[in-house]
């Protein structure tokens, strides 16, 4: 058996923060009976692990992610809708055209999307030669503009926040884009990860820099939602000996009527 190492070392880079965010969207989203619609990625697929553990129940995902569903393997508590298509050894994911014209009939609750990179310019980014998961993102998009309910969430750890550009490619072009996050702002939630403390200073100045800037979109009504550590000695640390993630620095208004979510992962 061979073993592709570049896929398990993407699983595994910052997978402390990437199972929070997945533990985040399950605790303060998905409800019963919601209808999901799931994208490929490592950030996310520990989504379906947490349901598992939940106490919610009716949840149907329709999803390309493999991992996603082998979570599921031996329980039969969720409903996996795994999408047909030609199997990604990048991804560990399904493309295919049938897939996305299934994705384009079908109505959901919430529509959650990873990103290889991000930035408030180019928006949700893939490689640039990924044509299978720019394709099922732009599905999962149009499917979104014709919802009038659906929630976007866009799940991202923070490294994602200052990749080189260069190297990736908008799902939408920059002008689309724009007119997208201005006109569904009030449907759109991102929800990231701190950065570990040995992130270089320019990268952390990026990430900040990022991170305002989306906040900026909705003009006062923050709709980033990210984990911030603060470390005191009664405190302790969290997973991997990292300071626990127990503050919400920006309000996700767009999804919450809250004015602060205050949690502990």
Not at 76 to 96: C, Q, R, V
Not at 197 to 224: C, H, L, M, T
Not at 226 to 234: I, N
Request: aromatic share 10%.
């Amino acid at each position: 058996m061979t073993t592709n190492w570049k896929f398990l070392e993407k699983i595994f880079y910052n997978r402390s923060e990437k199972h929070n965010i997945s533990k985040y969207i399950v605790s303060k989203y998905i409800i019963n009976n919601h209808n999901i619609l799931l994208d490929s990625g490592s950030t996310i697929d520990l989504i379906t692990l947490e349901l598992i553990k939940s106490e919610k129940k009716d949840i149907t995902i329709t999803s390309n992610n493999i991992f996603a569903a082998m979570h599921l393997v031996g329980q039969k508590k969720i409903e996996f809708n795994l999408l047909e298509g030609m199997f990604s050894d990048l991804h560990a994911a399904t493309y295919s055209k049938k897939a996305n014209d299934i994705i384009a009939d079908k109505d959901f609750n919430f529509i959650i999307i990873a990103a290889t990179a991000i930035s408030v310019e180019a928006g949700i980014m893939v490689g640039v030669d990924d044509d299978g998961n720019a394709d099922f993102k732009k599905a999962a998009l149009d499917n979104f503009q014709q919802s009038t309910n659906a929630k976007l969430i866009i799940a991202v750890d923070g490294t994602k926040f200052f990749k080189d550009t260069t190297m990736h490619r908008g799902v939408l072009n920059i002008e689309d884009w724009k007119i997208f996050i201005n006109k569904y702002k009030d449907r759109i939630c991102i929800i990231t990860s701190p950065l570990r403390p040995s992130v270089e200073n320019s990268n952390k100045n990026k990430y900040e820099k990022e991170i305002s800037r989306f906040a900026a979109v909705n003009q006062g009504a923050d709709f980033v939602c990210f984990m911030s550590r603060r470390l005191t000695p009664e405190q302790g640390t969290g997973p991997d000996n990292l300071p626990p993630y127990n503050q919400t620095a920006f309000a996700c208004t767009a999804l919450d009527a809250s004015q602060h979510l205050d949690y502990i992962l």
